[in-house]
């Protein structure tokens, strides 16, 4: 199996080490992984704030860049949910039913971090090895978009040295929301302290979560805070073996 990483305009700009875990991870598990070059932003920002139109274009610079590969793994259900959704609006919207079969086929093997581990590739134990208490931020769109359900927490129990703590409230927005932090910073704000009050009493030592916005907006927090607790992306979690440890310091 080709898996190609579309590893988010986050995760390179801020966070590239998640990129690398998650290579790291599959190729341990015997993966043969793809890092196309021709990758660009997934869209998502332009959707979300109206310009459909002006999406058309990375839609169809996506459905070029990953239509040879057998699937493609996203360390974000925020892209993922993407693709696999609103895609098609934009392809629909331009007019082009070529374009729209094509965004059919190839967002149908797009898969979350999660997703591709369990029902893809039919693993839960992925040999990790991370010795610290962690509490688990459910992200929207991995639940809501995507129906991730309990596959992340599934990985998550199955590591070696690993305490999961469970988070209060942990269905709640974190208030990040992309644009929406921009646009209604107060409110998101509040809702990420809200968030971090719940991170904070769980006792955890590490948040995991697997959307690099969600991390870098609680993450913030904490850090402000200096709440002791620091975060890390699921595949750094998953990606951690004895004396390979991912994702330290925060």
Do not use: I
């Amino acid at each position: 199996m080709r898996v190609a990483l579309l590893v988010t305009c986050l995760n390179d700009a801020l966070r590239p080490g998640t990129g690398q875990a998650v290579v790291s991870l599959l190729r341990r598990l015997g993966v043969d992984v793809d890092f196309p070059l021709a990758q660009t932003c997934c869209g998502q920002p332009l959707v979300n704030t109206g310009y459909l139109d002006e999406a058309v274009p990375l839609v169809r610079s996506f459905v070029r860049t990953f239509e040879s590969h057998d699937a493609v793994v996203v360390p974000s259900g925020s892209c993922a949910g993407s693709v696999r959704h609103q895609h098609a609006l934009v392809a629909r919207r331009a007019g082009d039913p070529g374009l729209a079969t094509a965004v059919e086929e190839v967002s149908s093997r797009v898969h979350e971090l999660s997703e591709l581990l369990v029902d893809v590739l039919g693993v839960t134990d992925v040999g990790a090895y991370y010795p610290h208490t962690v509490t688990y931020h459910p992200t929207c769109h991995s639940l809501r978009m995507l129906g991730v359900g309990d596959r992340p927490r599934r990985l998550l129990e199955a590591v070696r040295g690993l305490r999961l703590v469970d988070l209060p409230a942990a269905e709640e927005c974190c208030g990040f929301g992309g644009t929406f932090a921009l646009k209604n910073a107060d409110t998101s704000v509040a809702m990420g302290f809200d968030k971090v009050r719940h991170v904070r009493g769980t006792g955890a030592e590490v948040l995991v979560a697997g959307d690099t916005s969600c991390l870098t907006h609680l993450g913030g927090m904490l850090t402000r805070q200096r709440a002791g607790v620091r975060v890390a992306h699921l595949a750094q979690v998953l990606a951690s073996t004895e004396g390979d440890v991912w994702g330290e310091p925060a």
